[in-house]
């Protein structure tokens, strides 16, 4: 019988112990969640996504991500409530976890070790979420960019790496496929494009969306040229350090660079352990697997 390393055990039981302190302290409230469901409810009634008043990271829930999200939520805030989201909200951050971890109950505890995986499971923001999509990304179809540039802008870097490593059919794609649902959102709620062009994108990308001073459009830029090394780094055969590299990318040029952020780093653990695994006939590389095995 084949025993779990002592460091792997150790990391769990810390895991295990930060995990019990946020489910009976951060969890009886709302927390981040609410800001997507929120904003999604204003949406369907008929009103803006956004609040004028609202300052990152105050504890308003205010809304700062583009439009498609709460355009998506907002029907199922007519069966869904406030209570109810945050529960689903949970579990699908605790399954993206789980999923992240290969499917292994006592690696996903031992992430949680790492702290900035607590910090955003104790706030239950999307970075876990965005996480899943950049290794769905990475191994399975290049579609799965789409979604996450559609959260958070940051992933939008994912076709200056596709392109730089000469995958540019997959860059065409992504660009295309992006910029037709960018068009069917700006069409389906214009004056909400409006408002996040003058509400979020002043205030939200400024320092106050930052642990450290650094501008979100300096940010970006830095993370851009990242990625364009990760795609050379692939392209020339250096997959896990490439990879890793765009992970890191993607994180520097989060627009909000909180300690949650951080928590986009795990992606790299089933990035690193699939990396170069057999591809099914689809093409595809079952990451959970991979990861796990």
């Not at 909200?89 to 999923?99: E, F, G, I, V």
């Not at 959102?185 to 969306?209: C, H, K, M, N």
């Amino acid at each position: 019988m084949r025993f779990p390393p002592p460091l792997l055990i150790a990391a769990a039981a810390v895991g295990a112990l930060l995990l019990l302190v946020i489910v009976t302290t951060s969890w009886t409230g709302a927390t981040d969640e609410q800001a997507y469901w929120r904003a999604a409810s204003r949406f369907a009634a008929g009103g803006s996504m956004y609040d004028p008043t609202a300052v990152p990271g105050d504890g308003s829930f205010g809304y700062w991500y583009p439009p498609p999200l709460a355009q998506v939520l907002a029907p199922l805030t007519s069966f869904i409530g406030a209570d109810a989201f945050s529960v689903l909200w949970t579990a699908l951050l605790l399954a993206c976890l789980w999923w992240l971890a290969g499917g292994n109950g006592l690696v996903a505890l031992a992430l949680i070790a790492f702290l900035p995986v607590a910090v955003e499971l104790r706030v239950r923001n999307i970075h876990l979420l965005l996480a899943v999509l950049t290794v769905l990304a990475l191994r399975r179809s290049w579609l799965f960019w789409v979604p996450a540039a559609a959260i958070k802008v940051a992933p939008v870097i994912g076709i200056a790496f596709l392109a730089a490593s000469r995958r540019w059919r997959e860059a065409i794609g992504v660009s295309v496929v992006g910029g037709l649902v960018l068009l069917a959102s700006v069409l389906l709620a214009p004056s909400a494009w409006q408002d996040f062009w003058t509400i979020v994108v002043p205030r939200g990308g400024t320092e106050t969306a930052s642990s450290i001073p650094i501008p979100f459009i300096v940010r970006f830029a830095g993370g851009a040229a990242l990625a364009v090394v990760a795609g050379v780094l692939v392209q020339r055969g250096r997959q896990r350090a490439g990879e890793a590299l765009l992970i890191v990318a993607l994180t520097f040029a989060n627009p909000t660079f909180w300690v949650t952020a951080f928590s986009l780093l795990i992606a790299i653990v089933p990035l690193w352990r699939s990396a170069g695994a057999p591809r099914s006939a689809t093409g595809s590389v079952p990451v959970v697997a991979a990861a796990a095995g």
